[in-house]
Nanobody, 117 residues
Framework: QVQLVESGGGLVQAGGSLRLSCAAS????????MAWYRQAPGKQRELVAA???????NYADSVKTRFTISRDNAKNTVYLQMDSLKPEDTAVYFC???????????WGRGTQVTVSS
């Protein structure tokens, strides 16, 4: 059984920063890609940023110059540093992990990020 637990969401003013964390626990043989997705009210879930076990990352164009994804493989944890936040970044942010040889997908329950103007 694998669990992903997010933390770090909250309310922040536009221009501010937040740092999200997601820790994976349980039967983890190999942690492959880890990523952050977000879903705003009435919109589809979208990829924000992803990072491989080797450290290669990619970002949505809308966050590319403002967000930074990183991971600590020893702690099975992925982070998302969010700077220069905008009201349009308001969403529930979900942690994603692809684990094991079978590349099974796991999701966290989400953490709310609200950016006020």
């Amino acid at each position: 059984q694998v669990q992903l637990v997010e933390s770090g969401g909250g309310l922040v003013q536009a221009g501010g920063s937040l740092r999200l964390s997601c820790a994976a626990s349980g039967s983890i043989f190999r942690l492959n890609v880890m990523a952050w997705y977000r879903q705003a009210p009435g919109k589809q879930r979208e990829l924000v940023a992803a990072i491989t076990s080797g450290g290669s990352s990619n970002y949505a164009d809308s966050v590319k110059t403002r967000f930074t994804i990183s991971r600590d493989n020893a702690k099975n944890t992925v982070y998302l540093q969010m700077d220069s936040l905008k009201p349009e970044d308001t969403a529930v942010y979900f942690c994603f992990a692809q684990i094991g040889v079978s590349a099974a997908n796991y999701w966290g329950r989400g953490t709310q990020v609200t950016v006020s103007s």
